[in-house]
Protein backbone atom coordinates (compact mmCIF):
# COMPACT_ATOMS: atom_id res chain seq x y z
CA UNK A 1 0.00 0.00 0.00
CA UNK A 2 0.96 2.98 -1.00
CA UNK A 3 1.50 5.62 1.86
CA UNK A 4 0.75 9.13 2.26
CA UNK A 5 4.62 11.30 2.79
CA UNK A 6 2.77 13.07 5.64
CA UNK A 7 1.77 9.79 7.57
CA UNK A 8 3.95 8.64 10.61
CA UNK A 9 3.09 5.46 10.02
CA UNK A 10 3.87 2.66 7.25
CA UNK A 11 0.19 1.58 8.02
CA UNK A 12 -1.08 4.57 7.37
CA UNK A 13 -2.89 6.49 4.05
CA UNK A 14 -3.58 9.51 4.92
CA UNK A 15 -4.56 10.69 1.33
CA UNK A 16 -7.49 8.24 1.05
CA UNK A 17 -7.46 7.61 4.73
CA UNK A 18 -6.94 3.73 4.89
CA UNK A 19 -4.97 2.10 7.60
CA UNK A 20 -3.78 -1.33 7.49
CA UNK A 21 -5.12 -1.73 3.68
CA UNK A 22 -8.40 -2.97 5.15
CA UNK A 23 -10.52 -0.05 7.04
CA UNK A 24 -10.97 3.14 4.81
CA UNK A 25 -12.20 5.88 7.03
CA UNK A 26 -15.81 7.36 5.80
CA UNK A 27 -16.36 11.44 6.40
CA UNK A 28 -18.64 14.06 5.42
CA UNK A 29 -17.41 15.86 2.67
CA UNK A 30 -15.33 18.78 2.42
CA UNK A 31 -18.28 20.89 1.45
CA UNK A 32 -20.11 19.60 4.01
CA UNK A 33 -18.30 20.59 7.04
CA UNK A 34 -20.50 23.27 9.18
CA UNK A 35 -19.05 26.58 10.01
CA UNK A 36 -21.59 26.04 13.13
CA UNK A 37 -20.31 24.26 15.62
CA UNK A 38 -21.87 21.61 17.90
CA UNK A 39 -21.75 22.98 21.28
CA UNK A 40 -20.87 21.61 24.46
CA UNK A 41 -21.35 22.61 27.67
CA UNK A 42 -18.21 22.52 29.93
CA UNK A 43 -17.71 23.87 33.49
CA UNK A 44 -14.80 26.86 34.09
CA UNK A 45 -13.29 28.20 37.59
CA UNK A 46 -11.70 31.63 38.09
CA UNK A 47 -8.68 31.49 40.25
CA UNK A 48 -5.86 33.81 41.28
CA UNK A 49 -2.70 33.09 38.71
CA UNK A 50 -0.23 31.98 40.92
CA UNK A 51 -2.41 28.95 41.71
CA UNK A 52 -2.57 27.94 37.65
CA UNK A 53 -0.22 25.13 38.31
CA UNK A 54 -2.52 23.53 40.58
CA UNK A 55 -5.63 23.40 38.40
CA UNK A 56 -3.15 22.41 35.54
CA UNK A 57 -2.11 19.49 37.89
CA UNK A 58 -5.82 19.20 38.28
CA UNK A 59 -6.99 18.60 35.02
CA UNK A 60 -4.24 16.62 34.36
CA UNK A 61 -4.05 13.97 36.84
CA UNK A 62 -8.13 13.71 37.58
CA UNK A 63 -10.37 15.58 34.66
CA UNK A 64 -9.07 14.95 31.32
CA UNK A 65 -8.98 10.73 31.15
CA UNK A 66 -12.45 10.29 32.61
CA UNK A 67 -13.85 12.90 30.28
CA UNK A 68 -16.66 11.35 27.85
CA UNK A 69 -15.69 14.66 25.93
CA UNK A 70 -12.42 15.42 24.49
CA UNK A 71 -11.18 18.55 24.94
CA UNK A 72 -8.09 18.42 23.51
CA UNK A 73 -8.81 21.23 20.96
CA UNK A 74 -9.68 23.86 23.32
CA UNK A 75 -7.22 26.09 25.02
CA UNK A 76 -7.86 25.12 28.94
CA UNK A 77 -6.69 28.93 30.50
CA UNK A 78 -7.70 32.24 29.08
CA UNK A 79 -7.23 35.88 31.28
CA UNK A 80 -10.01 37.32 32.44
CA UNK A 81 -9.38 40.70 34.09
CA UNK A 82 -7.30 40.02 37.73
CA UNK A 83 -8.35 36.40 37.27
CA UNK A 84 -7.18 33.39 34.96
CA UNK A 85 -9.93 31.64 33.80
CA UNK A 86 -9.66 27.80 33.37
CA UNK A 87 -11.61 25.16 31.46
CA UNK A 88 -12.33 21.84 33.76
CA UNK A 89 -13.82 19.76 32.03
CA UNK A 90 -17.74 18.19 30.15
CA UNK A 91 -21.32 18.52 32.15
CA UNK A 92 -21.40 15.33 30.68
CA UNK A 93 -19.10 14.09 33.16
CA UNK A 94 -19.52 16.15 36.18
CA UNK A 95 -22.07 18.01 37.95
CA UNK A 96 -21.19 21.18 40.34
CA UNK A 97 -20.80 19.61 43.59
CA UNK A 98 -19.13 16.66 42.95
CA UNK A 99 -16.50 19.40 40.91
CA UNK A 100 -15.96 21.25 44.02
CA UNK A 101 -15.51 18.60 45.92
CA UNK A 102 -12.99 17.08 43.66
CA UNK A 103 -10.98 21.06 43.82
CA UNK A 104 -10.86 20.82 47.45
CA UNK A 105 -10.23 17.24 47.76
CA UNK A 106 -6.69 17.33 45.07
CA UNK A 107 -6.09 21.82 45.55
CA UNK A 108 -6.25 22.29 49.08
CA UNK A 109 -5.50 26.44 48.95
CA UNK A 110 -6.68 27.33 46.25
CA UNK A 111 -9.33 30.31 45.79
CA UNK A 112 -12.07 29.72 43.65
CA UNK A 113 -13.59 32.93 42.96
CA UNK A 114 -16.29 31.49 40.61
CA UNK A 115 -17.57 28.16 39.10
CA UNK A 116 -19.90 28.23 35.75
CA UNK A 117 -20.67 26.73 32.60
CA UNK A 118 -20.13 28.10 29.04
CA UNK A 119 -20.54 26.78 25.96
CA UNK A 120 -17.74 25.88 23.67
CA UNK A 121 -17.23 23.88 20.23
CA UNK A 122 -17.29 20.15 20.85
CA UNK A 123 -15.40 18.95 17.59
CA UNK A 124 -11.83 20.19 16.75
CA UNK A 125 -12.59 22.64 13.52
CA UNK A 126 -11.34 21.40 10.35
CA UNK A 127 -9.47 24.38 9.09
CA UNK A 128 -7.39 27.63 10.68
CA UNK A 129 -10.03 29.99 9.21
CA UNK A 130 -12.77 28.25 11.50
CA UNK A 131 -10.34 27.80 14.31
CA UNK A 132 -10.01 31.37 14.49
CA UNK A 133 -13.81 32.54 14.29
CA UNK A 134 -14.84 30.19 16.39
CA UNK A 135 -11.72 31.38 19.25
CA UNK A 136 -13.34 34.82 18.98
CA UNK A 137 -17.27 33.70 19.27
CA UNK A 138 -16.62 31.36 21.62
CA UNK A 139 -13.47 30.25 23.11
CA UNK A 140 -9.49 30.21 22.25
CA UNK A 141 -9.05 26.99 20.17
CA UNK A 142 -5.89 25.43 19.23
CA UNK A 143 -4.94 25.20 15.57
CA UNK A 144 -2.15 21.82 15.20
CA UNK A 145 -2.74 21.34 11.64
CA UNK A 146 -5.32 18.85 10.10
CA UNK A 147 -7.30 16.98 12.91
CA UNK A 148 -7.95 14.08 10.95
CA UNK A 149 -4.40 13.64 9.67
CA UNK A 150 -3.35 13.53 13.89
CA UNK A 151 -6.09 11.32 14.34
CA UNK A 152 -5.11 8.73 11.66
CA UNK A 153 -1.63 8.69 12.98
CA UNK A 154 -2.45 8.32 16.39
CA UNK A 155 -5.97 6.02 16.07
CA UNK A 156 -4.98 2.23 17.14
CA UNK A 157 -6.34 -0.72 16.23
CA UNK A 158 -5.47 -4.80 16.95
CA UNK A 159 -5.83 -5.40 13.30
CA UNK A 160 -5.71 -9.32 13.89
CA UNK A 161 -8.80 -9.01 16.37
CA UNK A 162 -10.66 -6.74 14.04
CA UNK A 163 -10.08 -9.63 11.25
CA UNK A 164 -11.39 -12.02 13.58
CA UNK A 165 -14.85 -10.19 14.60
CA UNK A 166 -15.31 -9.38 11.19
CA UNK A 167 -14.77 -13.46 10.00
CA UNK A 168 -17.43 -14.04 13.21
CA UNK A 169 -19.95 -11.26 11.87
CA UNK A 170 -19.63 -13.36 8.77
CA UNK A 171 -20.19 -16.84 10.12
CA UNK A 172 -23.43 -15.58 11.48
CA UNK A 173 -24.38 -14.44 8.22
CA UNK A 174 -23.68 -17.86 6.70
CA UNK A 175 -25.24 -19.70 8.74
CA UNK A 176 -28.48 -17.57 9.09
CA UNK A 177 -28.56 -18.34 5.00
CA UNK A 178 -28.25 -21.84 5.23
CA UNK A 179 -31.02 -21.97 7.75
CA UNK A 180 -33.46 -19.37 5.69
CA UNK A 181 -36.47 -20.92 3.93
CA UNK A 182 -35.68 -19.29 0.50
CA UNK A 183 -31.26 -19.37 0.34
CA UNK A 184 -31.49 -18.47 -3.66
CA UNK A 185 -32.89 -15.52 -2.58
CA UNK A 186 -30.45 -13.04 -0.32
CA UNK A 187 -30.91 -9.85 -0.98
CA UNK A 188 -32.20 -9.03 2.02
CA UNK A 189 -30.20 -10.98 4.48
CA UNK A 190 -27.53 -8.64 6.71
CA UNK A 191 -25.92 -9.59 10.20
CA UNK A 192 -24.80 -7.15 12.99
CA UNK A 193 -22.54 -7.64 15.69
CA UNK A 194 -21.89 -5.10 19.13
CA UNK A 195 -19.09 -5.56 20.80
CA UNK A 196 -17.37 -3.50 24.11
CA UNK A 197 -13.69 -2.50 24.64
CA UNK A 198 -13.14 -3.84 27.82
CA UNK A 199 -9.50 -3.45 29.20
CA UNK A 200 -8.03 -2.78 26.07
CA UNK A 201 -9.94 -5.96 24.70
CA UNK A 202 -12.74 -6.34 22.63
CA UNK A 203 -15.66 -8.38 24.22
CA UNK A 204 -18.92 -9.73 21.84
CA UNK A 205 -21.70 -8.21 23.38
CA UNK A 206 -24.51 -9.58 20.94
CA UNK A 207 -24.57 -10.93 17.46
CA UNK A 208 -28.03 -10.75 15.19
CA UNK A 209 -29.19 -11.09 11.73
CA UNK A 210 -32.04 -10.45 9.63
CA UNK A 211 -32.88 -13.09 7.04
CA UNK A 212 -34.93 -10.71 4.75
CA UNK A 213 -37.98 -9.48 6.66
CA UNK A 214 -39.63 -6.80 4.84
CA UNK A 215 -40.04 -4.90 8.95
CA UNK A 216 -37.99 -2.00 9.47
CA UNK A 217 -37.69 -2.83 13.16
CA UNK A 218 -36.18 -6.33 11.92
CA UNK A 219 -33.03 -4.74 10.01
CA UNK A 220 -30.26 -6.69 11.66
CA UNK A 221 -28.53 -3.45 13.42
CA UNK A 222 -31.91 -2.34 15.15
CA UNK A 223 -32.08 -6.07 16.38
CA UNK A 224 -28.65 -5.66 17.81
CA UNK A 225 -29.88 -2.46 19.86
CA UNK A 226 -33.11 -4.07 20.91
CA UNK A 227 -30.86 -6.98 22.62
CA UNK A 228 -28.63 -4.69 24.15
CA UNK A 229 -31.42 -2.60 25.41
CA UNK A 230 -33.55 -5.49 26.75
CA UNK A 231 -29.96 -6.77 28.25
CA UNK A 232 -29.55 -3.63 30.28
CA UNK A 233 -33.39 -3.52 31.61
CA UNK A 234 -32.35 -7.21 33.42
CA UNK A 235 -29.25 -5.92 34.70
CA UNK A 236 -31.10 -2.82 35.88
CA UNK A 237 -33.62 -4.55 37.66
CA UNK A 238 -31.32 -6.98 39.39
CA UNK A 239 -28.71 -4.14 40.43
CA UNK A 240 -28.77 -2.32 43.31
CA UNK A 241 -26.53 0.27 41.96
CA UNK A 242 -27.95 3.57 40.91
CA UNK A 243 -25.88 4.06 37.60
CA UNK A 244 -28.70 2.96 35.28
CA UNK A 245 -29.15 6.70 33.22
CA UNK A 246 -26.11 6.08 30.29
CA UNK A 247 -26.96 5.73 27.14
CA UNK A 248 -27.83 1.95 26.05
CA UNK A 249 -24.89 1.95 23.44
CA UNK A 250 -22.20 3.93 24.60
CA UNK A 251 -18.55 4.00 23.13
CA UNK A 252 -19.59 0.15 21.68
CA UNK A 253 -18.02 -0.78 18.49
CA UNK A 254 -20.97 -2.20 15.81
CA UNK A 255 -19.55 -4.25 13.30
CA UNK A 256 -22.23 -4.76 10.08
CA UNK A 257 -22.13 -6.48 6.92
CA UNK A 258 -23.76 -3.64 5.05
CA UNK A 259 -24.09 0.22 5.45
CA UNK A 260 -27.20 0.97 7.78
CA UNK A 261 -30.29 2.31 6.81
CA UNK A 262 -31.18 6.28 7.41
CA UNK A 263 -33.44 5.22 10.28
CA UNK A 264 -30.66 2.38 11.96
CA UNK A 265 -27.88 5.64 11.53
CA UNK A 266 -29.66 7.46 13.78
CA UNK A 267 -30.59 4.68 16.15
CA UNK A 268 -26.52 4.20 16.41
CA UNK A 269 -26.65 7.96 16.87
CA UNK A 270 -28.67 8.20 19.74
CA UNK A 271 -27.67 5.29 21.30
CA UNK A 272 -24.38 6.95 21.44
CA UNK A 273 -22.12 4.67 19.77
CA UNK A 274 -18.21 4.66 19.56
CA UNK A 275 -17.31 3.39 16.26
CA UNK A 276 -18.86 1.65 13.16
CA UNK A 277 -17.10 -0.89 10.79
CA UNK A 278 -19.22 -2.16 7.42
CA UNK A 279 -18.54 -4.29 4.55
CA UNK A 280 -21.04 -2.92 1.78
CA UNK A 281 -22.27 0.09 0.97
CA UNK A 282 -26.17 0.35 -0.07
CA UNK A 283 -26.83 3.68 -2.13
CA UNK A 284 -30.29 3.40 -2.05
CA UNK A 285 -30.96 3.51 1.43
CA UNK A 286 -27.62 4.31 3.19
CA UNK A 287 -27.53 6.83 5.53
CA UNK A 288 -23.30 6.93 5.69
CA UNK A 289 -21.22 6.85 2.73
CA UNK A 290 -24.36 7.17 0.25
CA UNK A 291 -25.78 9.60 1.96
CA UNK A 292 -26.24 11.72 4.29
CA UNK A 293 -22.66 10.38 6.32
CA UNK A 294 -24.96 10.20 9.83
CA UNK A 295 -21.95 9.38 11.74
CA UNK A 296 -19.99 12.63 11.06
CA UNK A 297 -22.50 15.36 10.30
CA UNK A 298 -22.18 18.60 12.03
CA UNK A 299 -25.66 19.63 13.72
CA UNK A 300 -26.09 16.15 15.72
CA UNK A 301 -25.26 15.71 19.42
CA UNK A 302 -23.23 12.85 18.60
CA UNK A 303 -20.74 11.31 16.15
CA UNK A 304 -18.59 8.36 15.76
CA UNK A 305 -16.19 6.64 13.66
CA UNK A 306 -17.17 5.51 10.80
CA UNK A 307 -15.02 2.51 8.92
CA UNK A 308 -15.36 0.90 5.84
CA UNK A 309 -14.01 -3.33 5.34
CA UNK A 310 -12.12 -3.34 2.46
CA UNK A 311 -9.74 -6.21 3.00
CA UNK A 312 -10.47 -8.34 -0.29
CA UNK A 313 -10.98 -11.79 1.64
CA UNK A 314 -14.31 -10.76 3.83
CA UNK A 315 -15.26 -8.53 1.12
CA UNK A 316 -15.14 -11.46 -1.67
CA UNK A 317 -16.89 -13.76 0.88
CA UNK A 318 -19.77 -11.42 1.45
CA UNK A 319 -20.34 -10.85 -1.98
CA UNK A 320 -20.49 -14.78 -2.93
CA UNK A 321 -23.07 -15.02 -0.04
CA UNK A 322 -25.10 -12.00 -0.97
CA UNK A 323 -24.52 -10.08 -3.92
CA UNK A 324 -21.78 -7.50 -4.91
CA UNK A 325 -24.35 -4.43 -4.35
CA UNK A 326 -27.46 -4.62 -2.06
CA UNK A 327 -30.58 -3.32 -3.43
CA UNK A 328 -33.30 -3.67 -1.07
CA UNK A 329 -34.13 -2.01 2.50
CA UNK A 330 -34.62 -5.09 4.27
CA UNK A 331 -31.31 -5.42 5.81
Known amino acids: MKTSKNSENEHVNLEQGILYGVLKQIRANEDQISEKPTLVSVWYCDINPKDTQKIVALIRDHLTDPDPVSLTHIKRFMKVNECIRSILCSLEYIDEGKLINLIHEHCPGVEIRSVGLIEVPRYAPQTKDITQAWSSKYWPLAWKGNPNHQFLNTVEFDISREEEIVSTLLDELEQCIKKSKDSSDCSGVSATLIAENINDSIKLKTIHANTGSKTPYDHSVMKA ?52 VYLQGTPPTGGLESNYQLGDRDGLNWKFQIWKWIGQNEVHRLESLVGKESKAINY
Open 225 to 276: ISSIANNELHRRKHSSQEDGEGYLCHNMIVYTTHEPCVMCCMALVHSRIGRL
